[in-house]
């Protein structure tokens, strides 16, 4: 069953840190993409990235990277030198290309807390 | 261009009331998605619109609620007879095609059921 695991809950950390956040998913099929959203407290979820399952680069965008491995179905989202505007909920989804419905499963999320 | 938009932004309603909820996608797309997120949880998959069809609709949690998109782009969620436990976020979202395209989402209309 296809399943997405966010483990931390809430991170905290200071302005300039680096923090990662580690998203862990399972899936049955050989053709999905994942996702990373970010949901500031407005509330709308802001589209981060979109990778597919044959593509294992890593990406860099400005602060912001993503390290997917395939061996251990993690797709984990880091970001450097946080800032306050980096303080929101963040979400990892799965969408399997099969299932012919795309529709996303999310994880639970992982609140980050930037402090100035 | 324009967002996907949702309206309203906020409703409360009595247990036993009939609700809607409008969603305007991202004009061109045509697949829309409807999810709800609880307080503290991630969106969960309600309903699938490819065009003006319900390609799937296994989400949606029971025949309380109901979806429709009569023309291919604006879709309202209807739901009757709320219950308490209906409170939630509910989220619209388009994307281009029904494909592997990145989900648009909107503000989302916060339903609030006493």
């Known amino acids: 069953a296809q399943k997405v695991t966010q483990a931390q809950t809430e991170i905290s950390v200071v302005e300039k840190e680096d923090v990662t956040l580690d998203c862990v998913y399972e899936t049955r099929d050989t053709t999905y993409y994942l996702f990373w959203y970010k949901q500031p407290p407005s509330g709308e979820l802001v589209f981060l990235i979109r990778?597919?399952?044959?593509?294992?680069q890593n990406e860099i965008s400005g602060r912001y990277s993503w390290n997917f491995q395939k061996s251990t179905s993690s797709f984990n989202f880091t970001i450097t030198a946080s800032q306050v505007v980096d303080s929101a909920v963040y979400f990892c989804a799965l969408s399997e290309a099969p299932s012919g419905t795309y529709k996303y499963i999310f994880g639970t999320g992982t609140r980050l807390k930037v402090l100035a | 261009g324009a967002g996907v938009s949702q309206t309203p932004s906020n409703k409360v309603t009595e247990k036993g009331k009939y609700v809607e909820l409008r969603c305007d996608p991202i004009s061109g797309h045509t697949a829309l998605y409807w999810y709800r997120q609880s307080l503290g949880q991630g969106p969960e998959f309600l309903i699938y619109?490819?065009?003006?069809?319900?390609?799937?609709d296994s989400g949606l949690p029971n025949d309380r609620f109901f979806a429709v998109r009569p023309e291919g782009s604006v879709s309202t969620l209807k739901i009757q007879r709320t219950e308490r436990g209906d409170s939630a976020v509910y989220l619209c979202?388009?994307?281009?095609?029904?494909?592997?395209?990145?989900?648009?989402f909107g503000p989302g209309t916060r339903l609030t059921v006493l």
């Open positions: 990778r597919n399952s044959f593509d294992e």
């Open positions: 979202a388009s994307s281009l095609t029904p494909s592997t395209d990145t989900q648009y």
């Open positions: 619109f490819q065009g003006t069809g319900a390609a799937d």
